[in-house]
């Protein structure tokens, strides 16, 4: 299989993966598209009674949880084997209440991901942050999101001591 073949099936994988995943249908936030090159993802979420807070707006939590994975698993996707990428901080910013669906996009470029793994091949590691914004149907802005990664190569996996017990 090329490495076209392989990327179709990543992202239908991934479209069934996390839109059944439990805490993402639960909360009703759906995956609705992954481009062929898996730079980019769009998510969205309906105000839903699973999502409801007290004052009967989008609860933060299911805000933040619908923008969590999407960077690190870009970057996982698009750097390979040859290199571990885990979340290392996050932030969000609310700036107003979600009072209906909400959407999110997350997207990297080629040229970004490819000034990632430079950064690791010469210094061993890479902390890239990443920005998302969280908007409503009529493109009101809802939620900013910040995240940062850390990514290094894989063999520093192995090399890495245990902890015995």
Known sequence: MNL???KRL???KALLIYNFYPPYFGAGIRMTHI???LRTVRVQMPLTRLNKN???TQFGGSLYS???PFFMLILMHNLGRDYIVWDKAASILFLRPGRGTVHAEFHIPENRIDAIRR???ETGKAEPRFKAEIRDDAKQLIARVEKTLFVKP???RAATPRASG
């Open 66 to 68: 619908m923008c969590d």
């Open 119 to 121: 950064e690791v091949d």
């Open 35 to 37: 481009s062929g090159d």
């Open 10 to 12: 990543l992202k239908s």
């Open 154 to 156: 894989a063999q520093a």
């Open 4 to 6: 076209d073949g392989i």
């Open 54 to 56: 007290y004052v009967g």
